[in-house]
């Protein structure tokens, strides 16, 4: 048998028989069958093993910082400070824990299109029809296929009557596809366009076929999407990356500082164990233990701060990574668009009209060329006839499901029906004039004509109509005006001239430039319905009544969610499987696409121009249309390529690769597959666009404040550094204990880290362009930032210690005031870290998260101060009123320097904006 991969689009039926060695009559034989089914194994798609769940804990334990918390536990048990060694190792196994339900939720995308194989197969083996499993379906086998059918595997057709299938999913396509059986002229024709071929996973709406499977299983196209899926590893965002770095960057510190201690002390003829437990208690100051757990809880809640705003994050990291996003690749159909197919403009009698509303709903009406609204517009002769033909050449139906409506049937018949609603047509116009015949639309003619009843002779408020039969014509408008004679004009029935033909055209061309799909509406009156319904004597003599042109129209709120995007420096870019016309409308519209040195570029264009050449042009392109699953990933790393940070949205099975590709994949939650979503990082819960413009701003949000937990953090480990090490240097002794480094580092400091974690969303933040993906967690002075005010809190611990010393206070009340002071200076810090602005511009109570935080961590560091049982173990002793107040005196110094920095940073500012 020859290469399944062979291009059968291309082959007549007949070829592609002979190619697969089956027959068009009898089908495979059983011993075919079988042979095949061992040579190209079960129609299913393969998986890989995964990992095991030991390689995925295994993985949590490789983070440096996540080792450094496991050093400071080992510390911790060998000081026998029990109490301290669980909180750590709890942080640890939480960590993990998240970890590894986030990496199992990744393989959950291959499950989701297994899913969507057809169950059950009807197929002809050994000449006869029967049901198997659709596992069993093997290249060569004749199936067969219904309206209703769920497609079992990728196949040529062979036969096909008035046959549709719904490939939404698959290709983006918003109508479904009409089908035919002739070959076709290029191999290279976009899958969209293989209008011979159906494909597994998709669905048949309309008519019934009979095909030759040509690629089951993994060689099938959702197959391809399967394995692209698979070889497309998560990757770690750019916090992870940073915070690695950071990690090893604090570490490396930790061992300097430890070795130069240690070996300082030696050489001046200190005890060896006492060096050890200085190093010790440096190494542990040098470390800020809470933060890996304190940025888990911080991305925890921001995602169900998204989640108040409908996007349901999957991945944690991924909400730090929006904030980075400088692309949004987004899918057309269903993300930008409603995916519900609405008539937007009507021609009738020389006068173009525009249809308000919004989708199936049948609220809205027709509004003329000087933007007045028509009262009753069905009342209006050609109107009414345009309204009322449309509607009864029509087998959808509108319904109302709950508050929302909704179609049964084809969608572009829908938008008709809709049409009809919005114009004033009765509800039961089909009992009012009931069809008496029909000849069923199909390709090759590009027309469907129905027979009704009138009655009386007339149709409501129609005088021109006089015979008790009439039969409305629907199809494609050059097509059908080359079978009329006469047109509607002017209240009644005259001759079609060429002067009108012309000006048709000319409309109708306007219409699919505008990214319109078009249909016309022709009619011919009977005395009674042809006993033989030929299409050349019934779609003859035909009189044109008028014009319907319908899209996919853009959601409401997209237009301004993509201005809003442009001016926080992100790029919208579309990415769809429809015509190239009709994206480029739609991206024009939304403003996606602005002036002509901005590129459109369809799948074919884009297998032309290769790997180099579209790195060459990708900066410039705007809207990518009519392209495949292999196109969609193709882009997404073209983009990656040149430094962006891609988020990208879809909702189809065709989005799947291209959304796990991306740095951040957002699905939609009521049109988007299962596919999609498990690939997913996030799902947009009410399948809006701007949903994602605002989680990049959450993603900001959470990003800066990140940062201020870092920036919190970690200036007062330098507090702590200092003071440790600026009095071993000065040989003044060990200032601090680890079990007090530890109980600052996790207890006092964490609950004020975890506050600033829920600062509210900064203004302008969408005002400003995204962060580079180089860019360094301690961008903007942060790092000059953390070691001035780093230092500020060591000096005034240096200070306790060395007044205590100087009063000639036991090591105990020195080490004693020492904790105190850099405690309660560190929580008078979190102040400082909410804002480059002033406490008094922020508002001390806005957020009070922080308030409580600064409650709760004082009254927990006066409990460890004050109370007797708990005084012993963490080696303090009692305070008299002179210790308070120098402690009190000393630690509000942060907030004050803090409120002078930013006051004399505002005035340097004001005076360069005056010099200006």
């Known amino acids: 048998m020859a290469d399944s991969k062979e291009h059968h689009h291309v082959m007549t039926a007949a070829k592609t028989a002979d190619s697969l060695e089956t027959d068009l009559q009898q089908g495979l034989t059983s011993s075919q069958a079988a042979k095949r089914l061992r040579q190209f194994g079960p129609n299913e798609l393969k998986g890989d093993s995964g990992q095991s769940l030991f390689s995925l804990i295994a993985a949590q334990f490789q983070d440096v910082m996540v080792l450094i918390l496991i050093g400071a536990a080992v510390v911790s048990i060998l000081m026998g400070e029990v109490t301290d060694t669980i909180v750590i190792l709890a942080i640890v196994v939480l960590n993990a824990v998240i970890g590894v339900v986030q990496a199992n939720k990744a393989e959950d995308s291959l499950a989701a299109l297994k899913e969507m194989s057809a169950p059950q197969a009807v197929v002809r083996r050994d000449g006869t029809t029967q049901k198997i499993p659709a596992s069993e379906l093997v290249p060569g086998d004749l199936i067969y296929l219904e309206t209703g059918s769920g497609i079992p595997a990728d196949a040529r057709l062979v036969e096909a009557v008035n046959f549709r299938i719904d490939e939404a999913a698959l290709t983006g396509e918003s109508v479904p596809v009409e089908k035919t059986i002739e070959p076709l002229s290029s191999a290279n024709t976009p899958l969209g366009d293989r209008t011979n071929m159906v494909f597994s996973g998709t669905t048949s709406v309309y008519g019934r076929g009979a095909a030759l499977v040509t690629s089951t299983g993994m060689d099938t196209e959702i197959g391809q999407i399967a394995s692209m899926i698979q070889a497309a590893p998560w990757e770690i965002t750019p916090l992870q990356r940073k915070l690695d770095e950071l990690g090893k960057s604090l570490g490396s510190i930790a061992f300097v500082l430890v070795v130069l201690v240690f070996l300082t002390g030696l050489l001046r003829g200190e005890p060896a164990l006492d060096m050890l437990m200085i190093a010790i208690s440096l190494a542990v100051a040098a470390i800020p233990e809470g933060l890996p757990a304190i940025v888990t809880i911080v991305l925890a809640v921001g995602v169900r701060r998204m ?159 006089q015979e008790p039969v009439i039969s409305f014509t629907k199809g494609a408008p050059d097509v059908l005006a080359a079978k ?136 410039n392109v705007r809207v990518f249309a009519r392209v495949s699953p292999e196109h969609k990933v193709q882009i997404v790393d073209a983009l990656k390529g040149k430094g962006h940070i891609v988020a990208v949205t879809g909702d189809g099975v065709n989005d799947a690769p291209a959304l796990k590709r991306a740095d951040i994949g957002a699905a939609m939650g009521i049109t988007g597959t299962d596919v999609a979503k498990e690939a997913a990082d996030m799902v947009l819960a009410d399948d809006n666009f701007a949903t994602i413009v605002a989680a990049i701003a959450e993603g900001r949000t959470i990003y800066a404040n990140i940062r201020k937990t870092v920036y919190y953090l970690l200036s007062c480990n330098v507090g702590e550094i200092v003071t440790i090490f600026m009095a071993i240097m000065l040989g003044w002794g060990r200032p601090l204990t680890a079990i007090q480094i530890l109980w600052i580092n996790l207890v006092t400091d964490g609950l004020p880290a975890l506050a600033l974690g829920m600062e509210p969303e900064e203004p302008g933040i969408m005002h400003r362009p995204p962060r580079g993906r180089t860019e360094g967690i301690f961008a903007g002075g942060m790092s000059y930032r953390i070691f001035l005010h780093g230092c500020l809190i060591g000096v005034l611990g240096l200070a306790a210690y060395y007044l205590s010393i100087k009063e000639g206070s036991s090591a105990a009340m020195a080490h004693t005031m020492t904790f105190a002071t850099v405690a309660f200076s560190q929580l008078f810090h979190g102040f400082n870290a909410r804002s480059n602005e002033s406490l008094f511009t922020v508002g001390l109570f806005s957020n009070k998260y922080l308030v409580l935080a600064f409650a709760v961590s004082s009254v927990l560091q006066l409990a460890v101060l004050i109370v007797p049982v708990l005084q012993p173990i963490f080696g303090v002793v009692p305070l008299d009123t002179f210790h308070w107040s120098t402690i009190m005196g000393l630690s509000v110094v942060p907030l004050v320097i803090g409120e002078l920095h930013k006051l004399g940073t505002r005035l340097k500012e004001a005076q360069g904006k005056t010099k200006v």
Not at 401 to 427: F, M, N, R
Not at 550 to 570: C, F, I, Q, S
Not at 573 to 582: E, L, P, S, V
């Open 307 to 465: 989640s108040r705003r409908q996007a349901v994050v999957r991945r944690l990291p991924a909400v730090e990574t929006l904030g980075t996003a400088d692309i949004i690749a987004s899918d057309k159909t269903g993300t930008l668009t409603q995916n519900e197919m609405t008539v937007t403009r009507i021609y009738v009698d020389n006068a173009n009209f525009n249809v308000s509303g919004h989708g199936y709903n049948p609220a809205g009406g027709l509004i003329d060329q000087n933007a007045n609204e028509l009262e009753e517009p069905a009342n209006y002769p050609h109107v009414g006839l345009l309204a009322h033909g449309f509607a009864l050449a029509n087998d959808a139906e509108l319904s109302l499901a709950g508050t929302e409506y909704e179609i049964i049937g084809d969608p572009t018949e829908g938008a008709l029906a809709v049409l009809g609603a919005k114009l004033g047509v009765s509800e039961d116009i089909k009992d009012h004039y009931p069809r008496l015949g029909e000849l069923s639309f199909d390709s090759q003619r590009k027309l469907m004509t129905t027979f009704h009843h009138v009655g009386n002779g007339r149709l409501d408020n129609i005088n021109s109509i």
């Open 484 to 619: 009329c004679t006469h047109i509607y004009t002017e209240g009644k029935i005259a001759s079609f001239t060429e002067e009108e033909k012309q000006k048709l055209t000319a409309i109708n061309s306007d219409m699919a430039k505008a990214g319109l799909r078009v249909l016309g509406l022709a009619f011919r009156q009977w005395e009674a319905v042809p006993k033989v319904l030929d299409n050349g004597t019934v779609e003859s003599q035909l009189v044109f009544v008028g014009l319907a042109g319908m899209v996919d129209p853009p959601r409401p709120e997209v237009k301004a969610a993509v201005a809003t995007a442009k001016r926080a420096g992100l790029r919208p870019i579309m990415i769809t499987g429809d015509h190239k016309i009709t994206a480029t409308a739609i991206a024009e519209e939304l403003g996606i696409l602005e002036n002509a040195d901005q590129l459109v570029i369809s799948g074919e264009e884009l297998d032309t121009l290769g790997e180099d050449g579209l790195a060459a042009v990708i900066e």
